[in-house]
């Protein structure tokens, strides 16, 4: 017997420019914090994108202790109202859902993990896809942000 086939949905289909393979380096004012690798692939219906970052190659001393890696992720789509979201988990037991944006080469993601703990990710995909380089914001009303650090990915 073979398995029934899923139809692709287009919109979800836009996710595609971060499948592949990526070097990722977080960073704080411009001093690298850490570096890994990030691995986006489809899932086998294509109904989701899987994200997983292995634990880092490097990482800088005052982040070892709070190190979430490796994390998983799994984002996808409600048909219905377009919006797209990502499931989250890592290494410290963290799980979060996060609200996700992903159009004309903007990446957002927002989520509240507790009273009082906003985030926020908004990133850029520059030129043919092959590089993203965003920022990850905290705040404690949902209004006011403050950066948290910066995230840049590189295609292999």
């Known amino acids: 017997m073979t398995a029934a086939r899923h139809t692709a949905n287009q919109r979800l289909q836009g996710l595609e420019v971060l499948v592949g393979e990526w070097d990722m380096e977080a960073s704080i004012d411009g001093q690298?914090?850490?570096r890994c690798t990030a691995m986006f692939t489809w899932h086998d219906s294509r109904g989701f994108l899987i994200m997983r970052v292995d634990p880092p190659q490097a990482i800088a001393p005052e982040w070892r202790e709070s190190s979430p890696f490796p994390i998983d992720a799994a984002i996808g789509l409600d048909d219905h109202s377009g919006a797209f979201a990502m499931l989250y988990?890592?290494?410290?037991?963290?799980?979060r859902i996060y609200r996700m944006s992903f159009e004309n080469g903007h990446w957002e993601m927002r989520?509240?993990?507790?009273?009082?703990?906003h985030q926020r990710f908004e990133a850029t995909i520059r030129g043919d896809g092959r590089l993203v380089t965003g920022r990850w914001d905290a705040s404690s009303d949902g209004e006011t942000w403050k950066p948290d650090f910066e995230v840049t990915y590189a295609k292999r």
């Open 32 to 34: 690298p914090m850490g």
């Open 89 to 95: 988990a890592d290494a410290r037991g963290v799980c």
């Open 111 to 117: 989520g509240q993990a507790g009273p009082g703990f």
